[in-house]
């Protein structure tokens, strides 16, 4: 994860930690990479609903999942921690928002260089 957050990327990796069921899975992933039909019978929940959650993990860059073949040709999926420390304060909010603002900026000046560009074609 980032040291430095969007408040987009902040609010995603809050969210995700926001829900009891995604808490048991990072604690669970805490012991290291799991085959997912592991994980789901540890955590006595089924497959689909595993999947969401960890799709939610994942999105917000806090786990990491891979295709593996098995020895018979079997697709795999494992899932494992991505290494991350999320630590929220005034501070935080301030930074991600500040990352916002020059994202903002970098965008518009952009915007504007190919509007230009595109003028003088003309």
Same mark, same amino acid.
């Given at each position: ?5 969007? &408040? ?14 995604? $808490? ?12 997912? &039909? ?7 929940? &089924?497959?689909?609903? $595993?999947?969401?959650? $960890? ?14 073949? &098995? ?52």
């Amino acid at each position: 994860m980032n040291e430095t957050l969007t &408040s987009e990327e902040l609010v995603a990796a809050l969210t995700a930690i926001g829900h009891p069921l995604r $808490l048991r899975i990072i604690a669970e992933l805490a012991g290291g990479r799991v085959h997912v &039909s592991e994980l789901a019978r540890r955590l006595g929940m &089924s497959r689909p609903l $595993l999947y969401m959650h $960890l799709d939610r993990l994942e999105k917000a860059d806090l786990v990491a999942g891979s295709l593996e073949l &098995s020895e018979d040709g079997k697709a795999m999926k494992y899932f494992e921690l991505a290494p991350f420390e999320l630590r929220v304060t005034a501070d935080t909010v301030v930074r991600a928002l500040a990352e916002d603002d020059k994202n903002f900026a970098e965008d518009k000046k952009n915007t504007e260089q190919a509007l230009d560009a595109k003028e003088s074609d003309r």
